[in-house]
Structure formats: C-alpha cells, structure tokens
C-alpha cells in the first residue's frame, strides 16, 4: 500500500503532497521539478492553494519532522527526513 498522495492543481499539473502541516492544511510540491510548493488547505468551500516560498516550504517540513520526533512517529518520520534531504539538500 503507498502512503503517496497527488492533487491536480488548475495551472500548475500533478501535486505530490510532501506533509501535514496542521489540522486541514498540507505541503504540496509539483510533481517534476519539485521547485514550486503550495499549501493546500480544505474548508468549506474547497481547496484553497497559497503558494510558498522555498525556504517557507522548508521551515514547515523541519517543523513537522521536529513533531514527529516528539510524537516517536518513527516510520513517517524517517520517510519525511528521506524526503526532506532529497528536495533540500
């Protein structure tokens, strides 16, 4: 089973969704080159998408890794730390 999600943002094509940021609000980034990040949030009127900045999009995985350690999430953790050092470093 893959924990993988994508949304299909109107301009910008297939989304992979990073991370939970907080309660109804995730990271998303474009599919290919990984270079544009948006957070996505669903309320009642539907996904909103506010686009971020690199280093923003950077901050908000930190801190989820961070709460994730804290949690003892171990498995997400790790696979959030993976995906971290892949777009990031």
Do not use: W
Not at 57 to 85: D, F, M, V
């Amino acid at each position: 089973m893959s924990d993988e999600n994508y949304l299909n943002h109107p301009n910008f094509g297939l989304l992979f969704r990073m991370c939970l940021v907080d309660t109804n609000r995730e990271l998303f980034t474009t599919l290919y080159a990984q270079r544009l990040f948006f957070l996505v949030s669903t309320g009642e009127s539907g996904l909103e998408f506010e686009p971020v900045g690199r280093a923003d999009a950077r901050l908000a995985i930190e801190n989820r890794i961070r709460q994730l350690r804290r949690l003892g999430s171990s498995p997400e953790h790790t696979e959030l730390l993976k995906l971290y050092k892949q777009t990031f470093q």
